[in-house]
């Protein structure tokens, strides 16, 4: 009997010890019910006063320079300029609720593409562990995401709290982020409302 | 210091452990969780990973988590956790340190009618723990893979009422964010936790009886565990005092280190000749004679 429990508790050691070299790889974040958080409120609540009546945004500029998927230099502002608004996704190879909303992101993306919308919007992915290559290739194929993705830059966490992922921001055309942002991960046409919401803000419409 | 009855000292250290693994007070008004260091330790218990208060990650998510992930890796940390916590003090960390189970145990407090559940629903009722570990734990996360080879914490994801309401709940009250991705599917685990707190009225520990997977898995172990309780058959006097008082239905003159016994010691405080003892292989309290009835 006692030899019983030693060997078992030496496997729990030894189970023990050959997993603590990666503690950090183990231990996602735990999927809750409510999958996900952003930003502080406060500063978002602002935002939606001012924005009660004109395109007037005063907020931060999101201006971040990084690269994207294929090591070319990328800069957000530069690229929120091109479009009237820009959907801004950030997600993980290892994140379950952002991979599933993906496809979805890609057949508006397709929709807008075709320029036969009033306003030009643009889908932008930022990938934050594209370090992961072969994990990322792997969803994109999944995903048959095709939209521009560029790999996170610190800096970012100056315009969105990603304690929960997916989360998204939305950028007019001057880089301002409007509304507040989208926590959790949706279908297409809850994504064309919050869209359609947001062009509102800035007095347009899709 | 006055002596204080078994009882009194389990719901002081209940209170003190779900202080100290739930320390990120300031979480719970922020609506943030803790995402430090201590993150990566397993603590003994279900306690919610995305509790604000939450120091530690819950063993049960974990290994759910590391299964889910893509290509399905295995945690042996985890899993050298959870059988090191199994060995050691087995359901002593259910009975004494786990908060889900301290709520648990005051929702029984609530002056109502109780249930009685008739031994042949109760038995094989209590096997349902099992399967919510093997399946939804083990078999759903390692097995239901979407195209890129990922999968869901099927437990956390669909059922853990410790989940909703330790993180869940919380995180939404004081969490505008976390408020507006709030869908149907926190109605239905909203539900299934009030299915589940109703049942802890109505039954002591319904959770931990029937459903609990961390607990299942501490039960497989309950044989072999080194904190082990031992009735001396010399001094026992058959009364059936101790059957009689144990809310998990377990006979501990029968069965002493039984699979259901969350080592509370209520059956110790009331044997009227100090028969039930508890012991280590290091030391071992108040009984005396050898003799193992088991």
Known sequence: MNKIVLSFLLAALLLFSVGCGDVKEEIPPVETPAASETPETGSVEEQEETTVELPQLDGPVFDAETVNLDGETFNVLGFAREHDLTVVNFWATWCGPCVSEMPGLQSLHARFEKGEDQSSVAILGVCLDAENAGDVKAVLEYTGAAYPNIVFAQEMLEYVDLMYIPATVFLDKDGHIVGDPVVGAMDESLWLSEIEKRLGLLGLSL | ?294
């Open chain 2, 1 to 294: 210091m006055k002596k204080l009855s078994i009882s009194m000292k389990r719901r002081l250290v209940q209170f003190l452990s779900a202080l100290a693994i739930n320390l990120n007070l300031p979480g719970f008004i922020n609506g943030n969780i803790y995402t430090g260091q201590l993150k990566g330790i397993c603590v003994p218990v279900l306690n919610c990973y995305s509790c604000p208060g939450a120091l530690g990650a819950c063993p049960i998510g974990a290994l759910q988590s590391s299964f889910a992930a893509r290509g399905g890796k295995v945690a042996y940390y985890v899993l050298g956790s959870m059988l090191l916590f199994a060995l050691t003090l087995g359901r002593f960390f259910c009975g004494w340190l786990c908060p889900f189970g301290a709520l648990q145990g005051l929702l029984h407090k609530i002056p109502v009618k109780k249930a009685k559940i008739p031994n042949s629903v109760d038995r094989p009722m209590r096997y349902l723990k099992y399967v919510m570990l093997f399946v939804m734990v083990i078999a759903l996360p390692l097995l239901v893979r979407n195209g890129v080879d990922m999968s869901q914490p099927f437990f956390c994801k669909w059922i853990c009422p410790a989940g909703t309401l330790e993180g869940g709940v919380p995180l939404a009250i004081a969490n505008g964010a976390v408020r507006s991705a709030l869908g149907g599917q926190f109605i239905l685990k909203l539900s299934i936790a009030l299915l589940i707190v109703t049942a802890c009225v109505l039954i002591y520990r319904a959770f931990c009886k029937y459903l609990c997977p961390l607990g299942a898995f501490y039960a497989l172990f309950a044989k072999l565990s080194l904190y082990r309780f031992k009735v001396d058959a010399h001094a026992c006097i058959g009364c059936g005092k101790c059957a009689a008082v144990c809310k998990m239905g377990v006979d501990p003159v029968k069965t002493p280190n039984s699979a259901e016994c969350i080592r509370c010691g209520d059956c110790i405080g009331a044997c009227p000749v100090n028969a039930i003892g508890r012991e280590t292989p290091f030391c071992s309290r108040k009984n005396t004679k050898k003799e193992n009835v088991e």
